[in-house]
């Protein structure tokens, strides 16, 4: 393939997938300069048309030639392929935001929740991590709670959707909860999702953890910058659709309450609080589902450690989870680098 040089040029890898798909739509809502998008998938996919700003484009096969004209490289691909060719897309100079955990623990490739640490993204391209989807919902949530009482421990119990295991799983879910209503249990496994919860989500990495739970726990020491944070996570997989929840338990070096925690997460950049016990009022997957912020509920003490709080958290696993905040961290360097010219 053969690119014209433009300054604004944006690669999406993956992009007829889950996550690419939403990263496109998103880009569209955003100020960030694009003057032409570049649509990268497999063979498979390769002519199908996309929509963006009003223009549209055909997705071509997956060639890294694409990357020598682009400013922007979103990853939403196997890890496999993130691995091999994001450093081949930094070399060319673009800002690399990559979506799968190949980078996200490396000590020289930062994390990035951009309403906690942009802080760690230097200012020259390069690979910038992507966290996991239950990860970025959970830091955004425990932040400003970090920031005014200190943190001494997290316990978290993820209740993850379909759509978190990638487009495949999510149809599948459709395909095997009809099954079951017409056919009745006996026509699908015991480990399908369909009427069920999984326990396992991933695989084992060792002292009885899945790769989910570790992701979680080691992802949000590296995002908060504690590195001896406790935290021990349980991630459950359910047959909802898309937005994972999360109920949380933490403790703190101060004393907190829930009314001074809802006043600040109230007052925190990407947080909706919904919490109205008297009007059964708390947020679910319906109420995440294609919204941006990070919703919170359910805030009360958790009356086992001196200093705790108990809450819920939900977000949209696609957008604040994945695309959307992989968009965030591209305007708020745009953005930065705006402001250094000026």
């Given at each position: 393939m053969t690119y014209t040089k433009k300054p604004d040029i944006a690669v999406i890898v993956g992009a007829t997938g889950l996550v690419g798909s939403v990263i496109i739509k998103t880009l569209e809502r955003f100020p960030l300069p694009v003057d032409s998008l570049i649509a990268l998938a497999s063979s498979r996919s390769a002519g199908k048309p996309v929509e963006f700003r009003g223009e549209t484009t055909l997705?071509?096969?997956f060639d890294p030639a694409a990357f020598r004209t682009a400013r922007w490289v979103f990853f939403s691909g196997k890890d496999g392929l993130s691995e091999e060719f994001c450093p081949v897309a930094a070399s060319e100079g673009a800002w690399v935001i990559d979506n799968s955990a190949s980078f996200r623990m490396a000590a020289d490739i930062p994390l990035v929740v951009p309403e906690i640490?942009?802080?760690?993204?230097?200012?020259?391209?390069?690979?910038?991590?992507?966290?996991?989807c239950s990860t970025i919902q959970l830091a955004v949530a425990l932040a400003p709670l970090q920031d005014e009482f200190g943190l001494r421990r997290v316990i978290v119990s993820t209740y993850q959707s379909a759509s978190g295991a990638g487009g495949d799983y999510h149809d599948r879910l459709v395909t095997?909860?009809?099954?079951?209503?017409?056919?009745?249990?006996?026509?699908?496994?015991?480990e399908s999702l369909a009427f069920n919860c999984l326990p396992s989500v991933?695989?084992?990495?060792?002292?009885?953890?899945?790769?989910e739970e570790s992701k979680l726990e080691n992802e949000l020491r590296k995002i908060l910058e504690m590195a001896d944070l406790p935290v021990c996570a349980t991630a459950v997989r359910v047959p909802t659709m898309v937005s994972h929840c999360e109920s949380v338990v933490i403790e703190t070096g101060k004393p907190i309450d829930p009314e001074s925690a809802r006043e600040i997460l109230s007052g925190s950049k990407g947080i909706r609080v919904l919490d109205d016990p008297v009007n059964n009022a708390f947020p679910t997957p319906r109420t995440a589902t294609g919204t941006d912020p990070v919703w919170v509920g359910r805030i009360r003490p958790a009356g086992i450690f001196e200093n705790d709080l108990a809450f819920w958290v939900v977000a949209d696993n696609l957008l604040k989870g994945a695309a959307l905040n992989a968009v965030q961290i591209a305007q708020a360097i745009h953005d930065r680098e705006s402001a250094s010219v000026t």
């Amino acid at each position: 393939m053969t690119y014209t040089k433009k300054p604004d040029i944006a690669v999406i890898v993956g992009a007829t997938g889950l996550v690419g798909s939403v990263i496109i739509k998103t880009l569209e809502r955003f100020p960030l300069p694009v003057d032409s998008l570049i649509a990268l998938a497999s063979s498979r996919s390769a002519g199908k048309p996309v929509e963006f700003r009003g223009e549209t484009t055909l997705v071509e096969e997956f060639d890294p030639a694409a990357f020598r004209t682009a400013r922007w490289v979103f990853f939403s691909g196997k890890d496999g392929l993130s691995e091999e060719f994001c450093p081949v897309a930094a070399s060319e100079g673009a800002w690399v935001i990559d979506n799968s955990a190949s980078f996200r623990m490396a000590a020289d490739i930062p994390l990035v929740v951009p309403e906690i640490n942009l802080h760690t993204v230097g200012g020259r391209p390069g690979i910038i991590a992507n966290p996991n989807c239950s990860t970025i919902q959970l830091a955004v949530a425990l932040a400003p709670l970090q920031d005014e009482f200190g943190l001494r421990r997290v316990i978290v119990s993820t209740y993850q959707s379909a759509s978190g295991a990638g487009g495949d799983y999510h149809d599948r879910l459709v395909t095997d909860s009809r099954a079951f209503l017409i056919d009745g249990k006996e026509s699908v496994t015991d480990e399908s999702l369909a009427f069920n919860c999984l326990p396992s989500v991933g695989s084992l990495t060792g002292n009885g953890r899945f790769s989910e739970e570790s992701k979680l726990e080691n992802e949000l020491r590296k995002i908060l910058e504690m590195a001896d944070l406790p935290v021990c996570a349980t991630a459950v997989r359910v047959p909802t659709m898309v937005s994972h929840c999360e109920s949380v338990v933490i403790e703190t070096g101060k004393p907190i309450d829930p009314e001074s925690a809802r006043e600040i997460l109230s007052g925190s950049k990407g947080i909706r609080v919904l919490d109205d016990p008297v009007n059964n009022a708390f947020p679910t997957p319906r109420t995440a589902t294609g919204t941006d912020p990070v919703w919170v509920g359910r805030i009360r003490p958790a009356g086992i450690f001196e200093n705790d709080l108990a809450f819920w958290v939900v977000a949209d696993n696609l957008l604040k989870g994945a695309a959307l905040n992989a968009v965030q961290i591209a305007q708020a360097i745009h953005d930065r680098e705006s402001a250094s010219v000026t």
